[in-house]
Structures are given as structure tokens and as C-alpha cells.
């Protein structure tokens, strides 16, 4: 029996009269890839936004790690993110700071009496690790859509998170490097060792990086499972036409 | 529609008041970002430099040019640099330092956050356990409070160097005699109350910009009324406080 990681009990989230999360019940376990899949605008990204403390459920729970996240402290709430890397959507790359100065910016802030040496080998490293070192010296509008996603990626990198959350990571990329991504999501894994939610509506990512799916319909988990038996035993027209799962598989 | 605004314009007050509380508790607590705050006063203060130069120079020629026919009616063209120092160290050098800055200075600042709210930025600093507010607003907000009196004192000198050439030019009136009558029509109170003013209008440009970014919405519609709105807003608040310090210091003058 594997550990929990992130347990989800009864979330709920309204915008003003948009309910867009409804007594959600979620369960991640050590390990594992999770692939959240739904439309735009079904709250996927909300989902993950609360379980780093950015947004607050209308009710429910969510415990991350073993700590219900509404309940800390500032304090106690930067410790558990320290442990939890969130990869945004529009990479959120620190415009006026060279790529260096953005990988360093967590490091120097949370590790105390890190020498220069250290410090510019754990950038290098991990720098290396998403294939961008040559980028170490520019600025983050030098650099082209996929870099600025697995710079974004070094970013959560550098503090070795537990687990790693990814918002929409192949949005707006072309195919050859939304393949790119996916591949080092799955090298991120392998060699940090991580646990992810993977948020997306792309299949190819969903299929090529989760271990395992959850849909995200009207607010609700509407199953949860591998991509194969989420959508070979769909019943609910609206996965089987969104998805189109016979595309895929051609 | 009436009542909704009313509540609106109560509830952005709230805000704002909840924002400048929020400074006053950030300031004095740990870990203190002081790299960030000499970038930010370089990037205010040295920046801001040619556009001052500028402005200052022409403000001293200009006003000295306007001011002489008046006082030559009565004869009166020698007191051209007291009357100047006057004006320009109690209420112009402060007053178009701050308009200056808060064109400049307070759109930067509030495109610049609003920008970086806009694509997640500060959510990003926020994840990575810094706070966002004390790297963003309390030090943008510190530089600017710092910077726009040095800036001020630069703008006094340097219209005061304006408004010498135009006198020389004119009057025959020499370097020493020009700044001997400059320095013997301003008092302590004069400087004392032009710094203090401008230390206000320094954090007013500053919190004003920090707050209408770190507010925006709507994408990038909402970064350009941002960096509009603290520009507006800022500048509205620096005639007020203008007109708050000028009681101020009558009241001071008149003990």
C-alpha cells in the first residue's frame, strides 16, 4: 500500500455564482504521475492553485503531505511549498532577472549559507538537467515558448521537490516540443523522484506522462483510471467526444 | 448603479488602507531584500536623472523669464533670485520632481507589477516561499521614498542654475552675488518642510503604483489602466498633500 501524498475530501470552490469545484474527492499516492484532464475553464488549475495555498476552498479539505494547507500559518504554509514545485502555464520566468538569476532566486531565499560555489553548481546542474545551459547568461525574453517552459521546470527543480505540480505544461507549443516536455516530465520523475498532478487538456501528454487519469467534468471527478479505461469504457458522451480517443489511437 | 458605486469606491478604500497597513508591518519584519532596494533606488533615482536635468533647467529659465516683468515695474529685477529660491525651494523643485516621478516612476511601477500579476509571477514567488509583497512593494516603495528627495534637491539646483543664466544673461549679475541672495531668502524651515514633503510624495508615487499593479486584472487591458490609474491617482494625491503641507508650514511660519 502506497502513501498518500495529497488526499482531497468534498472541495468545493465558487467564483461569485460559478460553482466550478463540487465536493471534489481526490487521492494522490507516492509515486505517481496523475493526469487531471478536463476543458478549459473546468477548474483543474484551481484545483492544484489551492493545494499550494494560493487560493482558499469554499469548503472541503485538502491535505498535502500530511497537513491541511488552509490551516497553516504563513510560516508553516512556506515549508510545505518548499516541498511542492508548481510548473505555470505561461512559465512565469522572472522578466527582468537573467535565467541564472531566476533559478537563483528560490535558492538563496530558502537555503541558508550556500556558497557562490555551491550555488552556481546546483544551477548549473539542474540547468543541465532540462538541457539549458547555454541560455544561463539571457533574459527570459531571449529565450523561445519551450525554453521558457523547462527553464520554468529548472525553477521548481532547484529546491528537489517531493512533488511536482504542472499547469497546462505543453500549452501552446508545437507537437515536436509539447514531445519534448512530456519527455522530461517523465526524466523529472525518474531522476528526482517526484510525485505530479499534470494538469492538461492535451492527450498526447496525458497519455505519454500519466500513470493514471482523472477527468474533471461539470466540477466533478467523473472517474479516475488509465487512459485506456477511461476512455474505452466511457460512457458519458462528453469524454468520448471531447477526448476523441480514436484519434489518438490512429 | 449609484449605490453600487458608492460601495465600490468604500471597498477600494478599504483595500488601499489594508495595502499601506500591510507596508508598515512588512518593512520592520525579516529577511530585509536590501540588493533589491539599491536596485530599485538606482533604477528610480539614476533613471529618472536626464528627464530631471531637463525639466529643472527649463522650469528656472522659464519662471525667471516670466517673473521679470512684473518686478521690473516696480523696479525690482535685483530680487529676481530671491523670489526665485523661493519658489523653486518651497514648491516647484517638490512639486515637478513629484509630477515628473510619478509619470515616470509610478506608470513603471504599476505596468511592471501589474505585468508581472498578469502572467503569474507573483504567484510564482509567492510558491517558491518568498513574499512577494516584501520583494515587490516594500521595496520599490522604500527606494521611491528615498530617491524623490535626492531627486528634489538635484531639481532645486539645477533650476536654480536655469534660472543664474537667465540672470546673468540679463542682469549682469554674478555667480557669488546670484546664490549669496539665493541661500539668504531660504530658511530651515524652507528646506526642512521641501524634504519632508518630498519624502511623502516619494511614498506616494511608490505605494499608489505598487497598489494599482499588484490590483490589476483583465490581462494586459488591465496592465495599461494601471499603469494609467497610478499615474492619475498619484499625481491627484501630490496637489493634495501639496495643498496640506502648504497650511502646514504657514502654520509653522506663523508661530
Same mark, same amino acid.
Given at each position: ?17 460559478? &460553482? ?37 476552498? %469554499? ?28 510548473? /505555470? ?5 522572472? %522578466? ?8 537563483? /532566486? ?111 467534468? &461539470?466540477?466533478?471527478? %467523473? ?28 | 448603479?449609484? #449605490? ?30 536590501? @540588493? ?25 529659465? $522659464? ?8 518686478? #521690473?515695474?516696480?523696479?525690482? !529685477? ?29 506608470? =513603471? ?25 516584501? +520583494? ?15 531627486? $528634489?534637491?538635484? !531639481?532645486?539646483?539645477? *533650476? ?6 537667465? $540672470? @546673468? ?8 552675488? +546670484? ?13 526642512? #518642510? #521641501? ?8 511614498? !506616494?508615487?511608490?505605494? $499608489? ?10 490581462? !494586459? ?5 494601471? *499603469? ?16 496640506? =503641507? ?10
Amino acid at each position: 500500500m502506497r502513501d498518500t501524498v495529497i488526499e482531497i475530501r468534498e472541495l468545493s470552490k465558487s467564483f461569485g455564482d460559478m &460553482d466550478v469545484l463540487k465536493n471534489v474527492d481526490l487521492d494522490l499516492f507516492s509515486g505517481e504521475n496523475l493526469v487531471v484532464l478536463g476543458k478549459s475553464g473546468s477548474g483543474k488549475s484551481v484545483l492544484i492553485k489551492i493545494m499550494v495555498g494560493l487560493l482558499t476552498q %469554499d469548503s472541503g479539505t485538502a491535505i498535502v503531505l500530511g497537513r491541511e494547507v488552509s490551516k497553516l500559518n504563513p510560516k508553516e504554509l512556506n515549508q510545505l511549498r518548499l516541498k511542492i514545485g508548481f510548473s /505555470f502555464q505561461a512559465s512565469a520566468l522572472y %522578466d527582468s532577472m537573467t535565467v541564472r538569476e531566476n533559478l537563483e /532566486f528560490p535558492l538563496v531565499r530558502n537555503v541558508k549559507n550556500l556558497s557562490k560555489v555551491e550555488k552556481d553548481k546546483l544551477v548549473e546542474e539542474v540547468l543541465d538537467s532540462v538541457g539549458l545551459l547555454t541560455t544561463i547568461n539571457q533574459m527570459p525574453s531571449e529565450l523561445s515558448g519551450g525554453q521558457r517552459k523547462r527553464i520554468g521546470i529548472a525553477r521548481t527543480l532547484i529546491l528537489k521537490p517531493d512533488i511536482m505540480l504542472y499547469d497546462e505544461p505543453t500549452a501552446g507549443l508545437d507537437p515536436i516540443t509539447c514531445m519534448d516536455i512530456n519527455n522530461l516530465i517523465n526524466q523529472v520523475n525518474n531522476e528526482y523522484k517526484t510525485t505530479s498532478i499534470i494538469i492538461t487538456h492535451d492527450l498526447t501528454c496525458a497519455k505519454v506522462t500519466g500513470d493514471r487519469m482523472a477527468v474533471l467534468l &461539470d466540477g466533478k471527478f %467523473d472517474k479516475t483510471g488509465k487512459f485506456e479505461e477511461i476512455f474505452e469504457d466511457a460512457t458519458d458522451g462528453r469524454v468520448k467526444s471531447f477526448y476523441d480517443y480514436n484519434f489518438i489511437k490512429q | 448603479m449609484f #449605490s453600487k458605486r458608492i460601495d465600490n469606491f468604500f471597498i477600494g478604500l478599504e483595500r488601499a488602507f489594508k495595502f499601506v497597513k500591510k507596508f508598515f508591518i512588512e518593512v520592520w519584519v525579516p529577511p530585509y531584500e536590501f @540588493n533589491e532596494v539599491i536596485r530599485q533606488c538606482y533604477r528610480i533615482g539614476y533613471n529618472s536623472l536626464p528627464l530631471i536635468s531637463l525639466t529643472g533647467f527649463i522650469v528656472g529659465i $522659464v519662471f525667471t523669464n516670466q517673473s521679470r516683468p512684473s518686478l #521690473s515695474e516696480f523696479g525690482a !529685477t535685483s530680487w529676481l533670485p530671491s523670489l526665485i529660491s523661493i519658489a523653486v525651494v518651497r514648491a516647484m523643485g517638490p512639486l515637478v520632481t513629484a509630477l515628473i516621478a510619478a509619470g515616470k516612476v509610478g506608470s =513603471s511601477i504599476g505596468a511592471e507589477i501589474g505585468s508581472m500579476k498578469v502572467t503569474e509571477q507573483i504567484d510564482a514567488m509567492e510558491v517558491s516561499a518568498t513574499n512577494p509583497f516584501k +520583494f515587490l512593494v516594500v521595496t520599490r516603495v522604500l527606494a521611491s521614498t528615498f530617491m524623490i528627495p535626492i531627486l $528634489v534637491l538635484y !531639481t532645486d539646483f539645477i *533650476a536654480l542654475v536655469g534660472s543664474f543664466i537667465n $540672470v @546673468n544673461v540679463n542682469e549682469m549679475v554674478s555667480l557669488s552675488t +546670484f546664490f549669496v541672495q539665493v541661500f539668504d531668502s531660504i530658511s530651515f524651515l524652507d528646506i526642512t #518642510s #521641501s524634504m519632508l514633503k518630498s519624502l511623502v510624495f516619494g511614498f !506616494t508615487i511608490g505605494i $499608489v503604483g505598487c497598489y494599482k499593479g499588484y490590483n490589476s486584472t483583465k490581462g !494586459t487591458e488591465g496592465v495599461g489602466k494601471a *499603469a494609467n490609474s497610478a499615474v492619475v491617482m498619484a499625481m491627484f494625491l501630490i496637489f493634495i498633500e501639496e495643498l496640506l =503641507s502648504l497650511q502646514i508650514t504657514t502654520f509653522f511660519r506663523q508661530l
